[in-house]
């Protein structure tokens, strides 16, 4: 049963919930112009880049933190109540650091509003997930990349129009306004409806049906809205049963486990391994690299910042048309591409002070940077929010999407750290770390990722071989004994 219209309930919902993502995109993107303001610079008395990689790379630390919390707080409490959670901190870590007097007072906020980022980032796709239908789950969940890119899009322009405010308070004013976000989400989503599997995971089953009719039921789908509710109790009712009450190092002891695991994290591994981190928070010492003064290096990165949002809402279009495993194949291969062009125009036309430029080289090498934006916008980004939260059972889903993020956000942490000391050490030599990194990812995507386009959530669980599931019929209800097919475990007692 295909909803009417472009705009469902669950696809608002889940644009509602992407405030977090525009949370992550906006905090990503602040610090890239403020690190090119002089009015910054000066004011935290010149950071070296050791300071900067720390200014940086804390807000990772801080996503860490709120990425390994979340699977506890959204299992126990919600997902509504998660995200709220994460809000709160997320608004205070903006107010230290539009206030921030100093460097540590700085740092404090970004760890918070990282933690706040982490906790929202961890929770949002899932629940994204949990309400979509099958046929718009990737549309849904991948509307968190949209917003990230929009999130990034704000905060690269907010830095342009900062650097045209002569004042020496000026880099202020965008730390101030991304405490904006977590207020309206925080507040917002204590108003939508919960999940209807966390419900039923919690054995409040008239609660989940009512959660369930509340974003599917249009008026006329009485019937499928039953006997579709039904198929999702009956199957994490057997889940249960089959799995038993899973604890952190469950996720660890059967192959099908650390399959599913390795799916779900090795994507997010592969997106900072892009390269996309060091592009989005270092462009502009990049830029500086070819001789751009602060007014350039702004204007570029607020060009950059306009790439992403098209190309994730062009994205919004095939992504539920095309597999999985051909997105994630095609982008990884052009990631590498342009950073093998990017490397050899950097290589070969150097911007050295007192020399003349290769003005097309430059152009060229700009291009290929936009490119990489483009491409990860549309391709490879959407499948970090999409394929973590669909490959997990509902008992595994929370605990184990935030030990994915744990992984993104340590991957992160260290490219945000170790980049700006890299870049001044070894120059356009950095670059080919990214054209290996991405051949890699492209060879594991093509040999060792199963296909989960149309697929259910509960359906996915029979890729991994450890529960086989109920497929209820169209038009009857799964509480009917004689149409249940009875579920078994198929999990390997033993680990490997």
């Not at 270092?282 to 190309?311: K, M, W």
Request: hydrophobic share 50%.
């Amino acid at each position: 049963m295909k909803s009417k219209g472009l705009f469902s309930k669950p696809f608002l919902t889940s644009l509602f919930l992407g405030i977090g993502g525009f949370l992550y995109g906006y905090d990503s993107g602040i610090i890239t112009p403020s690190l090119a303001l002089k009015s910054f610079l000066v004011y935290f008395g010149q950071p070296d880049a050791a300071t900067r990689g720390a200014i940086v790379s804390v807000y990772q630390a801080g996503a860490w933190l709120g990425s390994a919390s979340v699977g506890i707080t959204s299992d126990r409490f919600g997902r509504r109540k998660a995200i709220a959670f994460g809000c709160i901190w997320g608004a205070i870590g903006a107010a230290l650091m539009a206030g921030a007097a100093h460097v540590a007072m700085l740092i404090m906020g970004r760890l918070l509003v990282g933690y706040a980022v982490g906790t929202i980032t961890g929770v949002a796709p899932v629940f994204g997930a949990e309400i979509a239908k099958t046929h718009e789950r990737a549309k849904i969940t991948a509307a968190n990349q949209m917003m990230v890119a929009w999130g990034f899009f704000v905060a690269l322009w907010t830095g342009v129009g900062e650097g045209k405010w002569n004042n020496a308070n000026q880099w202020r004013v965008g730390f101030a306004i991304q405490g904006v976000p977590p207020l309206l989400l925080g507040i917002g989503v204590l108003f939508i409806g919960e999940s209807p599997r966390w419900l039923c995971l919690k054995g409040r089953h008239e609660e989940g049906l009512q959660a369930f009719r509340n974003y599917h039921y249009d008026g006329s789908n009485d019937e499928w809205c039953n006997a579709e509710f039904s198929v999702i109790q009956v199957n994490i009712e057997e889940e249960r049963k089959a799995q038993g009450r899973l604890s952190w190092m469950d996720l660890f002891k059967t192959p099908a486990f650390r399959k599913r695991l390795f799916v779900g994290s090795f994507v997010w591994a592969a997106a900072m391994l892009s390269g996309i981190s060091f592009v989005q928070y270092y462009q502009t010492a990049i830029y500086a690299t070819l001789q751009f003064d602060q007014d350039e290096q702004l204007l570029v990165s607020g060009l950059y910042g306009s790439v992403a949002p098209v190309a994730c809402l062009l994205s919004l279009f095939f992504v539920d048309r095309i597999g999985r495993r051909k997105i994630l194949i095609s982008s990884s291969a052009l990631l590498s591409l342009s950073y093998l062009i990017i490397t050899i125009l950097a290589a070969v036309y150097p911007a050295r002070p007192g020399f003349p430029t290769n003005v097309a080289a430059q152009r060229g090498l700009i291009a290929c940077i936009f490119a990489v934006s483009a491409n990860y916008s549309a391709l490879l980004g959407p499948m970090t929010w999409i394929i973590p939260p669909e490959v997990f059972t509902t008992e595994l889903r929370a605990k184990a999407n935030a030990l994915v993020q744990v992984i993104h956000y340590s991957i992160s942490l260290v490219i945000t750290q170790c980049s700006p000391i890299a870049l001044a050490a070894v120059g356009w030599k950095y670059y080919i770390l990214f054209i290996l990194t991405n051949l890699l990812c492209t060879f594991v995507f093509a040999f060792a990722y199963p296909e989960t386009k149309g697929k259910s959530l509960e359906e996915i669980d029979e890729i991994f071989g450890d529960v086989k599931i109920f497929h209820g019929g169209s038009g009857k209800s799964a509480n009917d004994e004689e149409n249940v097919v009875e579920t078994v475990e198929h999990r390997n007692e033993k680990a490997d």
